[in-house]
């Protein structure tokens, strides 16, 4: 089985552009989640979609938004780019029947420079 | 809030035992589990523990004692591509069942 892919790998973009990232999950998983890695904050949770709706998220602000398609696949949109928001986005898919033993499998991840 | 500690670095020697401990605090705890990250790449799964107790996967085990609050991750017969960050993190009530709230990560660095 292929695992999750994300595309693209590395993006560089200036301040006040925004961005759209993709992410495919392992075929037949239904769920979706984004997560934040940066040196000073960690790994952080953005948001979880799971069959085209958003089922939690994170405690980020509105600029950072996302969605998920019939097949799965997830896209998660920045706007309005701040310095800050250049970080190694993650996501990360599982089957899901909402079970917390469902396992949670990470893509490569999409590196984001903000200049 | 749900906050979780762990330590920052460990070095260890090829072939002997390390333990990397975890305190958390949240609320609506589901379970822990571990996750490895080589630099450069993306985070893989280790284990999980809902329960108390030990979980043994070949050299690694993981450990919950839900009353304490308190995970370790034991690796055994360290190897040299076991040099990575190791990440405990939580599910809970707060984040939803399947999503995860990650400690700040242990660097491990086996020397020879």
């Known amino acids: 089985k292929a695992g999750v892919t994300q595309t693209p790998r590395y993006l560089i973009k200036t301040r006040g552009q925004q961005v759209t990232l993709s992410c495919s999950p392992i075929s037949g998983h239904r769920s979706v989640s984004w997560y934040q890695q940066t040196p000073g904050q960690g790994l952080q949770f953005l948001f979880e979609y799971f069959s085209e709706t958003q089922r939690n998220k994170g405690n980020f602000p509105g600029r950072f938004s996302g969605r998920q398609f019939s097949n799965s696949r997830s896209e998660m949109n920045v706007s309005t780019l701040e310095l800050g928001d250049s970080a190694l986005y993650l996501c990360?898919?599982?089957?899901?029947?909402?079970?917390?033993?469902?396992?949670?499998?990470f893509g490569p991840g999409t590196r984001l420079t903000v200049l | 809030g749900q906050s979780l500690e762990q330590p920052s670095e460990v070095t260890a020697v090829e072939g002997a035992i390390v333990q990397i401990n975890c305190t958390y605090q949240?609320?609506?705890?589901?379970?822990l589990s571990w996750y490895q990250q080589h630099d450069g790449g993306a985070p893989t799964f280790l284990s999980y523990?809902?329960?108390?107790g030990l979980e043994e996967t070949g050299r690694f085990s993981s450990f919950l004692s839900r009353s304490d609050s308190y995970g370790y991750l034991l690796l055994q017969e360290l190897q040299m591509k076991d040099s990575a960050s190791y990440f405990c993190a939580v599910r809970s009530f707060q984040t939803g069942a399947n999503n995860l709230f990650f400690g700040t990560g242990t660097r491990l660095t086996v020397i020879p």
């Open positions: 990360a898919s599982s089957s899901s029947s909402g079970s917390s033993t469902d396992t949670q499998y």
């Open positions: 523990n809902a329960l108390d």
């Open positions: 949240t609320s609506g705890f589901y379970g």
